[in-house]
Nanobody
Framework: QVQLVESGGGSVQAGGSLRLSCAASADIYGSYFLAWFRQVPGQEREGVAGIFTGSGRTYYGDSVKGRFTISQDNAKRTLYLQMSSLKPEDTAMYYC????????????????????WGQGTQVTVSS
């Protein structure tokens, strides 16, 4: 079972930036789909960004397009989420997730399609 460990969360003022990291316990960068989700208490997990490691193609949720960037460092077995122009509504627990193989179209947005998850890192954006 692949283990994922997130880090980099914290508190920031609106307009600021943060970079989240997700370290994997094994080499999962052959042909995996990796993603970042976020969740606010009482709400469903929301897909934020995804990447298919086989091609490098990236996907973004509408609420973060143009502000967030997902990337991977194969040598370090690490997934990143660079977050800029942060807004108070970005406040949430952020999770990284993964599964073997690709996901098509909008399937990446659904948490049920992922096999392994990290424990989460909290991001708080104040106005």
């Amino acid at each position: 079972q692949v283990q994922l460990v997130e880090s980099g969360g914290g508190s920031v003022q609106a307009g600021g930036s943060l970079r989240l990291s997700c370290a994997a316990s094994a080499d999962i960068y052959g042909s995996y789909f990796l993603a970042w989700f976020r969740q606010v208490p009482g709400q469903e997990r929301e897909g934020v960004a995804g990447i298919f490691t086989g091609s490098g193609r990236t996907y973004y949720g509408d609420s973060v397009k143009g502000r967030f960037t997902i990337s991977q460092d194969n040598a370090k077995r690490t997934l990143y989420l660079q977050m800029s122009s942060l807004k108070p509504e970005d406040t949430a627990m952020y999770y990284c997730a993964g599964r073997p193989g690709p996901l098509e179209h909008y399937s990446w947005l659904f948490s049920v399609n992922y096999n392994f998850w990290g424990q989460g890192t909290q991001v708080t954006v104040s106005s």
